[in-house]
């Protein structure tokens, strides 16, 4: 086994670093220090959104890193107000400025809205600001089958990613069978609960990482890899960062993996996505 982070290849045929980093709640002020260690870890795929505020912080962070663009993977998102066409173009491109970058490898609709009804026409300005180059993939974030079956049906281009809340508590079956028989990888944002719900009680995980020697978050890490999940836990503890990047030297048991899937009980932890509008 090697302990290089595993790569998957998107249905565009663009490669993305199965374990990343987060920022989610990052304090603006914070993220560069907190970015620097993440890539002094090992990271090399971030992932925020400019909802979080702190696009610049992870840009300055990146720049002064020296670590060649092309082995760093930056993905932010659209928010909901920008969401439209002269408004996703200019908000994509505020985001591109302050991250200093003069492409992003991967740009979401952060979530569908549907209230507002505009994410056909959005995704439409998503694949224009995709053939510009910018956007060397675009996908979607927090869209259930309603609202990615009628994506497919209304465009052209298949999102690459649906970024879902989900861990072992939350599956989301239904979106993620859905997704991947058309082809879109899942990333599971929250993929530790985001400490809302004690999943590192659950006597299965403790008694996986016993076995392993591991930490339970590294064993839900590592089911996530092993379901096929793209996650990018966040910490802001240096140590915490390293622990969840050392979960490329062990692997878990087919019966283990079932036992933690079998933890599907609570629900999402955070928003409905029909109710962020
Ligand atoms: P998470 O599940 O990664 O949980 C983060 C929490 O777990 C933090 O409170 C942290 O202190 C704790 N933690 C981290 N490592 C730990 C460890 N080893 N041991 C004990 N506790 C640990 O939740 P998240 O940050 O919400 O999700 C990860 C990323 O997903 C975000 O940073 C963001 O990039 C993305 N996200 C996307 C959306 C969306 O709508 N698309 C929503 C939320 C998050």
């Known amino acids: 086994m090697t302990n290089?982070?595993?790569?998957?290849?998107?249905?565009?045929?663009?490669?993305?670093?199965?374990?990343?980093?987060?920022?989610?709640?990052?304090?603006?002020?914070?993220?560069?220090r907190i970015v620097t260690d993440a890539l002094s870890v090992g990271y090399r795929h971030i992932d925020t959104a400019a909802i979080y505020g702190n696009e610049q912080g992870v840009g300055d962070a990146l720049a002064a890193s020296g670590i060649d663009r092309s082995e760093?993977?930056?993905?932010?998102?659209?928010?909901?107000?920008?969401?439209?066409?002269?408004s996703a173009f200019d908000a994509f491109d505020?985001?591109?400025e302050k991250l200093g970058l003069d492409y992003v490898d991967l740009y979401l609709i952060h979530w569908p809205a549907p209230a507002n009804d505009r994410y056909i026409e959005s995704w439409k300005?998503?694949?224009?600001?995709?053939?510009s180059g910018r956007a060397r993939s675009i996908g979607v974030s927090n869209f259930l089958v309603p609202h990615l079956s009628r994506l497919l049906a209304e465009t052209d281009v298949v999102p690459v990613v649906n970024q879902i809340e989900l861990?072992?508590?939350?599956?989301?079956?239904?979106?993620?069978?859905?997704?991947?028989r058309h082809g879109i990888a899942i990333e599971a944002w929250g993929p530790l609960g985001q400490g809302k719900y004690p999943l590192f009680?659950?006597?299965?995980?403790?008694?996986?990482?016993?076995?392993h020697g591991k930490s339970p978050a590294q064993v839900i890490i590592r089911w996530h890899l092993q379901m096929?999940?793209?996650?990018?836990?966040?910490?802001?503890n240096r140590s915490r960062m390293a622990e969840n990047f050392d979960v490329?030297?062990?692997e878990l048991s087919k019966s283990e993996v079932a036992a933690i899937s079998a933890l599907e009980r609570v629900g999402r932890v955070s928003a409905h996505p029909n109710e962020v509008n």
Not at 10 to 32: A, R, S, Y
Not at 75 to 84: I, S
């Open 4 to 32: 290089t982070v595993p790569t998957l290849t998107l249905n565009d045929g663009h490669t993305i670093p199965q374990l990343g980093f987060g920022v989610f709640k990052v304090e603006p002020t914070e993220t560069t």
């Open 72 to 86: 760093l993977f930056v993905t932010t998102k659209l928010w909901n107000d920008r969401q439209g066409t002269q």
């Open 94 to 96: 505020e985001s591109l």
């Open 125 to 131: 300005a998503l694949e224009q600001i995709h053939d």
């Open 167 to 180: 861990h072992p508590a939350h599956q989301q079956p239904e979106v993620t069978e859905y997704a991947r």
């Open 201 to 211: 009680d659950e006597t299965v995980v403790a008694v996986a990482a016993e076995a």
């Open 228 to 236: 096929g999940n793209i996650v990018f836990p966040k910490s802001n």
């Open 248 to 250: 490329l030297d062990f």
